[in-house]
């Protein structure tokens, strides 16, 4: 009966030690940083929307395209892997990012407190502003966020724009868009009275257009945006930053933002 028992208490013991060792080896597993997985992995899985020209957006042979397509590819590098591109929708990107479909954003997410308060940013890659954009016949009534009062404006769905127009003036008739296709087209028809969007993005805007919308008054609201990610992930924000100041360091950034602005915007 000893014997038996003796037998009993060793391959318990046994089982409690195999028990423990995959338990380790599980949490040596979990304890890798997400700097370390996408090391692993060999590449940095980054959402984009993939129809914003021109940051990010595919062009006639169904290439993934834009200054931000550009830039990505330029801070794998730095890190020593590849960028891959996972397109979403942007009323979908940062819950897309708390759900793991990728680990970080690059696409013109505006840096505010709200945001900072449940996800980390690098540092700003570019310096914007929010522009009204209106008809020719309203440019010199519609110059100041405060001549929004009252009118139809039209803003990106779930955007820092919508939200600012909310806030700053309560008194404007908001209707969200999921692209600028079908907001410009009822500017100019005259179901909007104006849109707000980032003036990096009216600029592109209203040289693709007939002539018809102008941007009207000067920028306001200025914006910061950078790369957004999961808190709790210091060692890839740093790896990030680093890859950011070195671009910035090397004259590369600059010249990324020249080839597709005409000028310097990221900073």
Known sequence: MQLSRLRGLVAAAT????????????????????????????SILIGVEGTYPPFNYTDEKGELIGFEVDFAKAVAEEMGVKAEFVPTKWDGMLAGLDSERFDAIMNQVTITPEREQKYDFTQPYTVSG??????????????????????????????????????????????????????????????????????????????????????????FAKQRMGIAIRKGNPELQKALNDAVDSLRKSGELAEISKEWFGSDVTQ
């Not at 966020?145 to 939200?163: D, F, I, K, R, S």
């Open 15 to 42: 089982l409690a030690a195999a028990g423990l060792g995959l338990g380790a080896g599980a949490a040596v597993a979990q304890d890798k940083s997400l700097l370390d997985q996408i090391k692993e992995r060999g």
């Open 130 to 219: 929010i522009q009204i954009i209106t008809t020719k016949d309203k440019a010199d009534e519609l110059t100041t966020p405060q001549a929004l009062e009252g009118q139809a404006v039209g803003v990106g769905l779930g955007t820092n724009y919508e939200e600012w127009l909310r806030e700053n003036a309560p008194g404007a008739d908001v209707r969200t868009y999921e692209g600028n296709v079908a907001s410009l087209q009822d500017l100019r028809v005259g179901r909007l009275d104006a849109l707000l969007n980032d003036r990096l993005m009216a600029g592109y805007l209203l040289r693709q257009s007939d002539g018809s919308v102008v941007a009207a008054g000067e920028p």
